[in-house]
């Protein structure tokens, strides 16, 4: 895994890429925001949160386990959760995606059918989000499932394997592709899905 196992105070952790090198499909100016203003202030409000609190020795994992569990820690929950699912996110992605191969397209074949049985089924779930939230792949009971969750929300959160992420909040296409999710979303799984670190993720 590629994110931040260190303690608090956290920092912001680096794009795996420039922030041009998903255009078309996300423009820089996308990232620029989406990476360095809002991932950003979820990482800042939460270092601003567990300040002496008992969390403040704590993981980023361990804290939104924790917290996730905690009625009196729902801001520390949404801002750990997202400051985890946007670093996952950023490495779901990857200039050169779309196209599984090996143990991780025999897994799409064995649990959906093939790749585009997934596609398809993934992007009506990504589409179906209501409102604000993620669409997952996840491995669970030896197989793999699609997954949405609201707002802030990870299967981390809740014993859940996650293998790679797509961010349907309005901020992460709304300036490249307007209200238009479900063509930002098909474009997404065509040209960005990162495979390998799904299947890395795998196990
Ligand atoms: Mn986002």
Do not use: C
């Not at 420039?18 to 990232?31: F, Q, Y």
């Not at 909040?169 to 474009?187: F, G, I, S, T």
Request: net charge neutral; charged share 25%.
């Amino acid at each position: 895994m590629p994110l931040d196992k260190g303690k608090a105070p956290f920092t912001l952790p680096k794009l795996p890429y420039a922030e041009d090198a998903l255009a078309p499909v996300i423009s820089a100016k996308t990232i620029s925001f989406h990476y360095g203003k809002h991932h950003k202030a979820y990482v800042d409000k939460l270092n601003e949160l567990i300040e002496g609190t008992p969390y403040a020795s704590e993981t980023l994992e361990e804290i939104i386990k924790k917290s996730a569990k905690d009625e009196k820690a729902k801001a520390i929950f949404n801002n750990a959760a997202q400051a985890w699912n946007h670093d996952f996110y950023w490495h779901s992605m990857t200039a050169k995606g779309g196209t599984p191969s090996g143990k991780i397209k025999k897994a799409l074949e064995d649990s959906f059918g093939g790749l585009e049985e997934f596609q398809k089924a993934f992007k009506a779930a990504a589409v179906g989000q209501f409102g604000s939230g993620w669409a997952w792949l996840v491995a669970k009971d030896g197989k793999l499932a699609i997954q949405t969750t609201s707002n802030a929300d990870t299967p981390l959160a809740h014993g859940g394997k996650a293998l790679l992420v797509a961010d349907v909040w309005e901020h992460a296409y709304y300036l490249d592709y307007q209200n238009r999710r479900p063509d930002h979303v098909q474009a997404w799984l065509e040209k960005l899905a990162n495979w390998s670190f799904a299947e890395e993720n795998l196990g």
